[in-house]
């Protein structure tokens, strides 16, 4: 990662929820997240803003803004994780102060509805921010991912060893469906989300862009349609290259998901845009991490077999 970005051990690590609130059951494992990003050697603070109340959200937009905002202003804070996904991540655009978030180096983290945020921050201040969702160190692929959190923070695991390049948090393999190499800065993640910003001003230029798409629920039909609309937009026009994540619903039940969706990207982008393919970009336990807001340099059949490169 790059080197403004890291850390040292003790550092404060702001914990958020911009979108729907976390369920009171869920305190558990919100109890193991903090032990465990405190075995790393971070000092996780949380924000007021955790629980959901009486709605889905703990907070409404301003004071969910408010408490994030809090935490860029706060000096000590050098990093922040959101661990919430669901649909209310955008009613906090409007109330956060993009000037202070452009002065800052301390990244914000999160996925899935947080595509809203990531964008934002990217359309208005011009700085980067991470698609991955911390609580995967919580799960199947936990050891691997938090060795991986660990170097890309500190340099080094928490055993104090180095990850292999391939192990990397920001790395991760791919196949080409269409050309063989791409490059530009990243836009996009959660394809439902994403265009929930279509028509605001927090929509980011697109222009030269390589644009990342993933989804969890939708089968065919909604990535179709996400994928037309896109092309009225004349978004395809626009990019340099397109990376496809995970579809969890349309992987889980279709057997031919990769050519399906391999003929769905032809039909609305055409057959002259690059594109690629990865099984670690999205909503599973093992997915790797992107800089929304870096840039990236994609091809086919790198001798080490790692073909995300993240150069900042």
């Not at 060795?147 to 340099?155: C, I, N, Q, R, V």
């Amino acid at each position: 990662m790059k080197p403004e970005y890291r850390m040292e051990k003790g550092s404060r690590a702001g914990i958020v929820c911009c979108s729907d609130g976390r369920k009171a059951k869920t305190k558990e494992e919100l109890d193991l997240l903090i032990r465990k990003l405190e075995s790393l050697g971070l000092c996780p603070q949380l924000s007021p803003c955790i629980y959901a109340g009486n709605s889905a959200s703990a907070g409404s937009g301003r004071e969910r803004a408010q408490a994030l905002m809090d935490f860029y202003r706060d000096d000590s804070i050098r990093v922040i994780f959101d661990i919430s996904g669901g649909n209310a991540a955008n009613e906090v655009l409007p109330f956060l102060d993009y000037p202070v978030i452009a002065r800052t180096d301390k990244l914000f983290w999160g996925y899935s509805d947080l595509t809203v945020i990531l964008n934002a921050i990217y359309a208005k201040t011009g700085r980067a921010s991470v698609l991955w969702q911390v609580r995967n160190l919580l799960y199947e692929q936990g050891e691997e991912q938090t060795a991986a959190l660990s170097e890309a923070l500190f340099g080094k695991t928490e055993k104090g060893e180095s990850v292999k390049e391939s192990e990397s948090l920001f790395s991760f393999p791919i196949h080409f469906m269409q050309k063989s190499r791409m490059e530009g800065i990243v836009a996009g993640g959660n394809l439902r989300c994403l265009l929930k910003l279509a028509g605001t001003g927090f929509w980011p230029d697109m222009q030269r862009k390589l644009l990342l798409l993933e989804g969890f629920g939708g089968g065919e039909t909604m990535i179709a349609s996400g994928l037309a609309q896109l092309e009225q937009m004349g978004v395809f026009r626009q990019i340099s290259g397109l990376l496809l994540g995970t579809f969890t619903e349309l992987e889980g039940s279709v057997p031919d998901a990769d050519r399906r969706l391999s003929a769905l990207v032809r039909q609305h982008a055409g057959p002259e845009l690059p594109v690629a393919k990865t099984q670690r970009i999205g909503h599973g336990t093992d997915s790797a991490a992107v800089l929304i807001g870096g840039w990236m340099r994609l091809e086919e059949g790198r001798p080490d077999g790692q073909s995300g490169e993240e150069i900042f």
